[in-house]
């Protein structure tokens, strides 16, 4: 069964750091790549796609995620993060499984800016 | 555009009991998914809709049902409640294209179900 590694559980950043969150996912075939974030008290909602193309995706508010085919990667990351990015993320797969799309997520980061 | 919608927000239920959550898609998506949130395993996909046919399913009992209905919206139910399925439920629609993926997901606030 395919899954989605989010090797960071908890980041505490300050303001203006840098952000890297890793993704790692355990399938062979073609992805669908998701980052998601919920931010306190809101719904989940997306962050970034990649389906195909460019390995280098750009999303809302500044962040970027990189697709690394060759490592199973689909890493986010931000330059220069800022309180208001407190949130939960969530990298999601949706791989062909048997036949079907099963839409795996993984455990989620929560991220913690200090101003 | 409206977004997800879920009913009920909260709902507290006993053991053996059964329950039947609501969720109405976005104005023209047509496929819904139900994922089960808890702070042990995170978010966990139950099944998925499209066009009032189930047509992905995850690793959950049959006591966890669902239909989706002609305008797309969809119900969950889940009969024979344990302690363990108290959880907060989440529903997303997309617009997946017949034959597709599901892609970009919407979701919703979720049901928060407490089972006692």
């Known amino acids: 069964a395919q899954s989605v590694s989010q090797h960071n559980h908890h980041v505490i950043l300050s303001e203006a750091a840098s952000l890297e969150l890793g993704c790692n996912y355990s399938?062979?075939?073609?992805?669908?790549l998701f980052w998601y974030v919920q931010y306190p008290g809101q719904h989940l909602q997306l962050l970034l796609k990649?389906?195909?193309?460019?390995?280098l995706v750009k999303g809302i508010k500044g962040f970027e995620a990189e697709f690394i085919k060759s490592k199973f990667s689909f890493n986010l990351r931000k330059p220069s993060v800022q309180w208001s990015d407190t949130a939960e993320y969530f990298c999601?797969?949706?791989?062909?499984?048997?036949?079907?799309?099963?839409?795996?997520f993984g455990r989620g980061t929560s991220l913690i800016v200090h101003p | 555009k409206a977004g997800v919608t879920q009913t009920p927000r909260y709902l507290i239920k006993t053991r053996g009991q059964q329950v039947t959550l609501s969720c109405s898609p976005i104005s023209g998506h047509r496929s819904v998914s139900w994922y089960q949130q808890t702070p042990g395993q995170g978010l966990q996909f139950l099944f998925e809709?499209?066009?009032?046919?189930?047509?992905n399913k995850g690793n959950f009992p049959g006591r966890f049902s669902g239909r989706q209905f002609s305008n797309s919206r969809s119900e969950m139910n889940v009969s024979t409640l344990e302690l363990g399925d108290s959880a907060l439920y989440l529903c997303a629609s997309s617009l997946r294209l017949a034959g597709g993926p599901v892609g970009e997901q919407y979701f919703g606030p979720g049901t928060r179900l407490t089972v006692t």
């Open positions: 999601a797969v949706n791989a062909l499984t048997g036949g079907s799309y099963i839409p795996t």
């Open positions: 809709y499209f066009s009032e046919t189930q047509r």
């Open positions: 990649y389906f195909s193309g460019d390995p």
């Open positions: 399938y062979g075939g073609t992805v669908n």
